[in-house]
T-cell receptor
């Protein structure tokens, strides 16, 4: 049973527009959420995180939104750039453990 | 940028061989992790360690073993490699609660 789901395997967006990547989770005990970016032949790179006490966290062009009642989080990238083309993974954890559960990833392609 | 290193980056080897995948980090992190990832799939936790002489099996059953004799070093060993072990193996470390995991660039393993 997948506890963290990314239902869109791929997404294409025009350069300069907004990219919205979505993630759903089922375990209400999760209280810390992260987004990672992965380029081919490299390991995942941490992008941004959010604690369950917040509903929004912003870092430059990247904003993560958390809707606890819907068990849903999203990553917004504004404006999108060709260098943002990568696979994006969301991950979730319960702060009582040090383990993360990852989604299957969404491949973002930003078109120039 | 996080300092966590994995060697080798790529390995093609025959069935029955003993393999050790190396992972080292220079950040003094107590928590270290091994994940297995197949293309298009989520990262599956196979082993983790909360500190020296502490190792635990992850959520995905694996025939590999790990050791943690030094804080900075967390090698993974396959005693007798089989084609079913073909996958990408990612090592990660983190400092503490509410902190992101930092990943190495992975080892892509192919067993013939």
């Amino acid at each position: 049973d997948q506890q963290v789901k990314q239902n869109s395997p791929s997404l294409s967006v025009q350069e300069g527009r907004i990219s919205i990547l979505n993630c759903d989770y089922t375990n209400s005990m999760f209280d810390y959420f992260l987004w990672y970016k992965k380029y081919p032949a490299e390991g995942p790179t941490f992008l941004i995180s959010i604690s369950s006490i917040k509903d929004k966290n912003e870092d430059g062009r990247f904003t993560v939104f958390l809707n606890k009642s819907a068990k849903h989080l999203s990553l917004h990238i504004v404006p999108s750039q060709p260098g943002d083309s990568a696979v994006y993974f969301c991950a979730a954890s319960n702060s009582g453990t040090y383990k993360y559960i990852f989604g299957t990833g969404t491949r973002l392609k930003v078109l120039a | 940028e996080a300092d966590i290193y994995q060697t080798p980056r790529y390995l093609v080897i025959g069935t029955g061989k003993k393999i050790t995948l190396e992972c080292s980090q220079t950040m003094g992190h107590d928590k270290m992790y091994w994940y297995q990832q197949d293309p298009g799939m989520e990262l599956h936790l196979i082993h983790y360690s909360y500190g020296v002489n502490s190792t635990e099996k992850g959520d995905l059953s694996s025939e590999s073993t790990v050791s943690r004799i030094r804080t900075e070093h967390f090698p993974l060993t396959l005693e007798s490699a089989r084609p079913s072990h073909t996958s990408q193996y990612l090592c990660a470390s983190k400092r503490g609660m509410g902190q992101p995991q930092h990943f190495g660039d992975g080892t892509r393993l192919s067993i013939l």
